[in-house]
Nanobody
Framework: QVQLVESGGGLVQAGVSLRLSCAVS????????MGWFRQALGKEREFVAC????????TYGTSLRGRFTVSRDNAKSTVYLQMNSLKFEDTAVYYC???????????????????WGQGTQVTVSS
């Protein structure tokens, strides 16, 4: 069984940076591509970013590239989301998710992911 636990969320002011972490336990971490999604109140879940198992491939949701950076440390079984220049509209619950190999063409589709964390709230005050 694979378990994902997000941390690092909180209440911040617009313009600051925040780094989310997602610690993964269970089966071999490096075999999974790791994604980040977010869901704002009253809206559908939105793809944020994904990183391949070895870390060589990354992709981002539209308009997020440049402010958000995804990375991973396979020795620590942890994936990170660095968020810079936060805006009010970044307020959401952020989820990490694990996807088995072979589905990179579907990284933006939440149905492609096998395991999910419980989420961490990020609130950006304007």
């Amino acid at each position: 069984q694979v378990q994902l636990v997000e941390s690092g969320g909180g209440l911040v002011q617009a313009g600051v940076s925040l780094r989310l972490s997602c610690a993964v336990s269970g089966r071999s971490f490096s075999t999974y591509s790791m994604g980040w999604f977010r869901q704002a109140l009253g809206k559908e879940r939105e793809f944020v970013a994904c990183i391949s198992g070895g870390g060589s491939a990354k992709t981002y949701g539209t308009s997020l590239r440049g402010r958000f950076t995804v990375s991973r440390d396979n020795a620590k079984s942890t994936v990170y989301l660095q968020m810079n220049s936060l805006k009010f509209e970044d307020t959401a619950v952020y989820y990490c998710a694990a996807m088995e190999a072979g589905r990179w063409d579907r990284v933006q589709n939440e149905d492609a992911y096998d395991y999910w964390g419980q989420g961490t709230q990020v609130t950006v005050s304007s």
